[in-house]
């Protein structure tokens, strides 16, 4: 063999490794993405049974579980595109599916599409929790609404929906601690809890007929506790200063925030 052909039969034999190795890192890379796309699916799908199982303390809609159930679908049908053989693609998916075509009975059994009462928590914990669960629940929303797709009406009807049960959540919280603070003749601190819950309402900007109700018996509420306050200031100016001193208006007055949460 001469020495050119050995040459050749050199370069051919790098040049067959070099594809070898090429072809092999690229199918490794090909495993990878297609495992790393797995594991974001499976992690969807995983958060959305959570949410669903957090929800149950939710008023339900159609609408809410029509996106969850429709997110969860687009992921396993995914996950059967790069692992046809998952576990989750053979018994998870039929069931999400079953799930799906049943929602409109969620409506139902709201008595004919009407919503579920809200039920606000009286114990400070257990409504804490409840806006925790109302918070993800938000934003796996707002991650849902940048995806234009055929739940999109869905989306936007239960953005404002949660949006309403959050500011309903806050503010009959902040009412309830108003009127047992002007119940203890601590006027000063349920002028606060009002002023924050009407601040919260304002802000949102939202003409829901909930919210406008609310506002208007925050506002009435409020327009007590200021006359009441604006009484207990004509009569402080009336007394004596050792007498001021000694009965803690100026404390009550003076709407102390320290102590307030």
Not at 93 to 115: C, F, H, Q, T, Y
Request: glycine share 4%; hydrophobic share 40%; proline share 3%.
């Amino acid at each position: 063999m001469s020495g050119n052909a050995i040459i050749t039969a050199v370069v051919i034999l790098m040049l067959g490794i070099i594809g070898m190795l090429y072809y092999a890192r690229v199918m490794e890379d090909r495993r990878i993405a297609r495992a790393e796309r797995v594991n974001r699916h499976t992690r969807v799908v995983n958060h959305i049974d959570k949410l669903v199982e957090r929800l149950s303390r939710v008023p339900p809609t159609s609408s809410l579980y029509r996106i969850l159930y429709s997110r969860q679908i687009s992921s396993l049908e995914a996950i059967a595109r790069d692992a046809p053989n998952n576990s989750l693609v053979k018994t998870t998916l039929p069931l999400v599916r079953e799930k799906l075509s049943s929602v409109d009975e969620i409506d139902l059994a709201n008595d004919v599409g009407m919503e579920r009462p809200f039920s606000i928590p009286t114990n400070e914990a257990e409504a804490n929790d409840l806006a925790k669960i109302i918070y993800s629940a938000q934003k796996f929303i707002e991650r849902e609404e940048k995806i234009a797709d055929a739940t999109s009406i869905d989306v936007r009807k239960e953005k404002e929906r949660l949006s309403v049960m959050m500011i309903q959540l806050k503010c009959e919280l902040l009412y309830s601690k108003a009127a047992m603070s002007s119940a203890q003749n601590s006027l000063g601190n349920a002028r606060l809890y009002l002023e924050k819950a009407r601040d919260i309402m304002v802000d949102s900007g939202s003409q829901n007929p909930i919210v406008l109700a609310l506002q208007e018996k925050v506002d009435a509420l409020l327009e007590q506790t200021r006359a009441k306050l604006l009484n207990l200031q004509e009569e402080r100016l009336k007394l004596p200063e050792d007498q001021v001193a000694a009965d803690g208006l100026d404390r009550m007055m003076s709407g102390d925030k320290s102590h307030w949460v």
